[in-house]
């Protein structure tokens, strides 16, 4: 399960995200990485930032990086995930967010769910794209296949409400960590293709209207 690419082909870039479109428009997205603590929410930013996997600590507060990836300048970021109630300081004026959960731990699953289906129902966060990154898939004798953990989040009923893309991936090796950024970027190019589309169309009516006959007067 992922998102639905079909409006476009596409675009893969060398893994550190070096190249953007010479000259074209640069796109700016603030976006929020989120998960329980142990996620693997921070070794994910760095691995993006570096390519290589660093060890971390937890996060206490705020971690901050800009990553310049295609047309897009990203601002990342990486809040705690010890104490989730302090999340909804950060929902202002966000353009997506990252949701990191351990494929390893079954047993806080259910919580992982409980905090994702209330950052679901937040006004403040409105209708952002979310992407659901299933990290330490690189522990193979422990990590949850796809399909049970889309189920056991009830993932596919989230995805009637917002854009959903779902990404397994891997801090440790830097695997699927670029194929879920390519998911999300996707889905900002398709929502200003949209925007664009309803410009045009909005554009046109008007035109049409200015040229219609102006009723006689009635006396």
């Known amino acids: 399960m992922g998102c639905d690419m079909s409006f476009l082909s596409k675009a893969r870039l060398s893994k550190d995200g070096d190249e953007t479109a010479a000259g074209g428009e640069v796109f700016e997205k603030?976006?929020?990485?989120?998960?329980?603590?142990?996620?693997?929410?921070?070794?994910?930013?760095?691995?993006?930032?570096?390519?290589?996997?660093?060890d971390t600590v937890p996060t206490v507060g705020l971690n901050i990086e800009h990553i310049q990836y295609k047309r897009y300048s990203l601002t990342f970021w990486d809040v705690g995930g010890q104490i989730t109630k302090l999340w909804r300081h950060y929902f202002d004026k966000i353009d997506g967010v990252i949701f990191v959960i351990d494929s390893t731990d079954k047993v806080r699953l259910q919580k992982a769910k409980l905090e994702l289906e209330k950052l679901m129902i937040d006004q403040s966060i409105g209708q952002v794209p979310f992407l659901i990154m299933y990290n330490k898939k690189d522990i193979a004798d422990k990590t949850m296949s796809q399909e049970d953990l889309n189920q056991s989040l009830a993932v596919e009923e989230m995805q009637q409400h917002r854009p959903i893309c779902i990404q397994d991936c891997s801090a440790l090796t830097g695997s699927g960590i670029w194929d879920g950024m390519d998911k999300m970027i996707n889905v900002y190019e398709q929502l200003k293709s949209q925007a664009t589309n309803n410009a045009e169309i909005l554009n046109t009516s008007k035109q049409q209207a200015k040229s219609l006959p102006s009723e006689p007067s009635k006396r």
Request: hydrophobic share 45%; aromatic share 8%; glycine share 8%.
């Open 30 to 54: 603030r976006i929020l990485l989120l998960g329980l603590d142990n996620a693997g929410k921070t070794s994910l930013l760095f691995h993006m930032r570096d390519s290589s996997f660093k």
